[in-house]
């Protein structure tokens, strides 16, 4: 947790202090030049910036002699970053693949990474610079847009507020002038856009975006219960749930990701480790009866 009783810090040593409890947890230690080569300080106010962070936290880290460096002392705990598994291994991910990521000189520990190879959307960038300028200038749109129910394209007039991400694809969260009702629009079935006047409709009034609902999340009940223990480790569950808060809007997406959207009987449970406990709740959001 990023603590905030050192506000009389600059802006600069809280960024420094930042990278060395980043460097001290993930690599185990630091030494002066870490500090003056990604830094880019002087030895002298490197020596300064350990020893303070050193008074103002004992026992987080310490000198050690034999190999002539800091190491992370017992009683760390981080006070200027967030420790976040998570976000560490998809940075680690982002540098393997060659895409910049913000702070990637403060990484040290690079193991080879895999993902999973998916195909490129068909982005075009005229019409993704169009849609973000329509979002943030709140103005219209009018579209040439391949839906999957028709054979030809048509012309659609929207009014786009958000963009949201499915996992695979990217969509336009926009009001439908046409169907009079918000919805998504799939990016890379936009094949023209221009922008319009100003927008009419407000991001307030799309509700499906705006509220939530918690899916409640379980080890499927045919489990042995070791696999039901593994499993309540893998989604980090409390007490044998994992709760998810997802907007509306998402809900399907989710679900679909998560293989929630079918009953569960029809795959093995070893296949399908997780159900839902308050699926009629969710499913009734949907405007569906629980499969």
């Not at 680690?92 to 080879?112: F, K």
Request: net charge negative; with cysteine.
């Amino acid at each position: 947790m990023i603590d905030g009783a050192h506000t009389q810090l600059t802006r600069w040593q809280r960024d420094r202090r930042a990278f060395l409890e980043h460097r001290i947890f993930w690599h185990g230690s630091i030494g002066l030049a870490d500090l003056m080569s990604v830094m880019e300080i002087s030895r002298a106010q490197a020596s300064k910036d350990i020893n303070a962070y050193i008074a103002d936290h004992p026992d987080h880290l310490f000198y050690d002699k034999s190999a002539r460096t800091y190491v992370m002392g017992a009683g760390f705990t981080p006070h200027y970053i967030v420790i976040d598994p998570a976000e560490h291994l998809e940075s680690l991910a982002t540098v393997a693949m060659g895409a910049p990521v913000a702070n990637s000189d403060w990484i040290i520990d690079q193991p080879d990474i895999l993902r999973l190879s998916l195909p490129a959307r068909g982005l075009d960038p005229v019409v993704v610079r169009t849609v973000i300028h329509a979002c943030t200038g709140k103005r219209g749109l009018e579209i040439s847009y391949q839906s999957m129910s028709a054979e030809t394209p048509s012309r659609r007039e929207i009014e786009p507020h958000a963009l949201a991400h499915d996992g695979f694809r990217w969509h336009a969260r926009a009001f439908c002038l046409k169907d009079q009702v918000f919805k998504d629009f799939v990016l890379s079935r936009m094949l023209e856009a221009a922008l319009g006047g100003p927008a009419a409709s407000a991001p307030e009034q799309d509700h499906a975006w705006s509220e939530t609902i918690t899916l409640q999340i379980a080890a499927h009940p045919n489990l042995s219960a070791g696999q039901r223990r593994i499993t309540e480790l893998d989604y980090g569950m409390t007490d044998g749930v994992a709760e998810l808060v997802v907007r509306k809007c998402m809900l399907f997406y989710n679900l679909k990701r998560l293989g929630l959207d079918t009953c569960p009987a029809t795959r093995a449970p070893q296949d399908q480790q997780i159900v839902l406990r308050n699926a009629d709740e969710v499913f009734a959001a949907l405007g569906r009866k629980a499969p």
